[in-house]
Nanobody, 123 residues
Framework: QVTLVESGGGLVQAGGSLRLSCAGS????????MGWFRQAPGKEREIVAA????????HYADAVKGRFAISRDNAEKMVYLKMNMLKPEDTAVYYC????????????????WGQGTQVTVSS
């Protein structure tokens, strides 16, 4: 069993930065590939970034490549999403999630989810 708690969301102007944090718990946390997803009003939940259990492999949605960076610290059971050059279209609720399946970015394959943190980017 894994529980996840996100933090770090807020209101920021376009061009600004935020770092989201995801605190995990459970003995097996470090064995799970992790992902950050987002969901804007009226839109489906979409993958933003994913990271392998070791941290050696990462994946980014095209919309955030070059602006966002995912990382993890297994000793601290933390996953981070550093977001730079934020745009109004990045506004959404951001969720971290854990999956048993490496290299899978479909939300239906993620087993554990946090409660989400709101990110609002003003123009």
């Amino acid at each position: 069993q894994v529980t996840l708690v996100e933090s770090g969301g807020g209101l920021v102007q376009a061009g600004g930065s935020l770092r989201l944090s995801c605190a995990g718990s459970g003995r097996t946390f470090s064995s799970y590939p992790m992902g950050w997803f987002r969901q804007a009003p009226g839109k489906e939940r979409e993958i933003v970034a994913a990271i392998s259990w070791s941290g050696d492999g990462t994946h980014y949605a095209d919309a955030v490549k070059g602006r966002f960076a995912i990382s993890r610290d297994n000793a601290e059971k933390m996953v981070y999403l550093k977001m730079n050059m934020l745009k109004p279209e990045d506004t959404a609720v951001y969720y971290c999630a854990a999956t048993r399946y490496s290299g899978n970015y479909d939300a239906t394959y993620y087993d554990y989810w946090g409660q989400g943190t709101q990110v609002t980017v003003s123009s």
